[in-house]
């Protein structure tokens, strides 16, 4: 079943979301300053092949 433009928009904010947060724990943890707040989708694919 195809997915609709708005799962598509969705499922991307859902996703971009959960690595910002992510981002932000493990930096937290770290006390790193964040580089990218905004990671395109090929990080993203990345960072979770990863996890």
Same mark, same amino acid.
């Given at each position: 079943?195809?997915?609709?433009?708005?799962?598509?928009?969705?499922?991307?904010?859902?996703?971009?979301?959960?690595?910002?947060?992510?981002?932000? #724990?493990?930096?937290? %943890?770290?006390?790193?300053? +964040?580089? =990218?707040? #905004?990671?395109?989708? %090929?990080?993203?694919?990345? +960072?979770? =092949?990863?996890?």
């Amino acid at each position: 079943m195809m997915k609709t433009a708005e799962q598509l928009i969705q499922n991307a904010k859902s996703r971009i979301q959960e690595v910002s947060v992510n981002e932000l #724990f493990e930096a937290m %943890q770290n006390h790193q300053p +964040i580089a =990218q707040p #905004f990671l395109c989708q %090929q990080h993203v694919h990345s +960072i979770k =092949q990863n996890n």
